[in-house]
């Protein structure tokens, strides 16, 4: 069997290598990662929320071509990602069973989407008021509430830390979008919900539109960069036929974000398919809505890089438009507020080294 061979020095590379493969060909390559190698990979991993599936297609690869060291490595790395997972899963089915018990409705957003990997934090969604879940999270696991930015209230979240439990669970509370601009869109999201088993637990997670939606507004409209998981996720919904078009344009236009969507949506496949994953076919409304492609991201400090001049700024002045053409004043002013909390955080990152208490 001829094995080809990659030498990555590039931990992003071997990483994308690795979650972009055609599938069935894992046994085809032999990836040769140095020891200092592996570890940088595996940190990246972490940072971009694919340790099992990366980790897994190392090991069968390193099995295949014979790399027992390697292999082992892989294995390790699979055990520790493992345990946490589980200990996280038990406590989020535990904080849903707790909240369902006083009657509040809660989903979860953004971390089981990685599935079988999972975030650093954990995000749900609830329409309850913030009073109750703080009462009923205080009572059943005495969280506390971590300290909340400018722009957690602006978006309508809480951050709680839990004892035993060592990842965040942050909650949005009747708001999303980067300012909290979006109402509509979350007082519909627990009724288009549906249900996901993981294990024995079972949980309500956004519909495959929603998660497109959600994973939109955090990665094109507030944090400007993309994660690999956030590209294989959405390649896997994509490619399992789970999403319906016109559903999820006439909700993002309502939104304002169809533009962004789009661009997400090709980022996405186009990047993958420099890995060699089967081509995804985008509807043409798609393309043709997508302001930019993969050619105009590149890999800075850690991750795919959004270019926020021009691009993103031309994103935000779009949905603002379509806000303010819908008569959504409030919406739109709680927006306008984006800017002014960008600079603060540019500026605060420059001068201190970290945005904290502002983004």
């Not at 899963?89 to 904080?95: A, G, Q, R, Y």
């Amino acid at each position: 069997m001829l094995i080809s061979r990659f030498r990555c020095d590039n931990s992003a590379e071997t990483l994308s290598r690795l979650l972009f493969m055609k599938d069935g060909e894992e046994d085809r390559f032999a990836f040769d990662l140095s020891c200092e190698q592996f570890d940088e990979a595996l940190s990246l991993a972490n940072s971009h929320h694919v340790v099992m599936r990366c980790m897994e297609t190392l090991r069968r690869s390193a099995s295949a071509c014979g790399n027992t060291e390697q292999s082992e490595w892989a294995s390790a790395a699979l055990e520790y990602e493992r345990i946490r997972v589980n200990r996280a899963i038990s406590f989020l089915e535990e904080i849903r069973l707790a909240l369902a018990c006083e009657g509040c409705e809660v989903i979860v957003i953004k971390s089981l989407d990685h599935w079988p990997d999972l975030g650093s934090d954990l995000d749900l969604y609830t329409d309850a008021a913030p009073a109750d879940v703080i009462a009923i999270l205080g009572k059943a696991f005495k969280a506390h509430l971590a300290a909340r930015s400018w722009g957690d209230r602006l978006a309508h979240k809480w951050n709680f830390m839990i004892p035993g439990l060592p990842e965040l669970v942050e909650f949005h509370m009747g708001r999303l979008g980067q300012t909290g601009e979006l109402v509509n869109f979350a007082n519909h999201l627990v009724g288009r919900a549906r249900p996901s088993r993981i294990g024995d637990c079972f949980f309500q997670v956004p519909s495959a539109e929603d998660r497109l939606l959600i994973g939109t507004l955090q990665r094109m409209y507030r944090h400007f960069y993309i994660r690999l998981c956030d590209i294989a996720d959405t390649v896997q919904l994509l490619e399992a036929d789970f999403v319906n078009f016109t559903d999820l344009r006439d909700t993002a236009e309502e939104c304002g974000i169809w533009d962004g969507v789009a661009t997400f949506l090709t980022i996405a496949v186009e990047y993958t398919e420099q890995f060699g994953k089967s081509r995804v076919s985008l509807p043409s409304e798609v393309r043709s809505a997508a302001r930019f492609g993969a050619d105009q991201i590149t890999f800075a400090r850690g991750f795919l890089r959004v270019p926020i001049l021009p691009h993103s700024l031309r994103l935000y002045a779009s949905e603002w438009t379509a806000l303010i053409a819908q008569g959504q004043l409030r919406s739109t002013a709680r927006l306008s507020l984006l800017p002014w909390l960008a600079t603060a955080a540019a500026l605060g990152e420059k001068f201190t080294g970290s945005d904290k208490g502002i983004w």
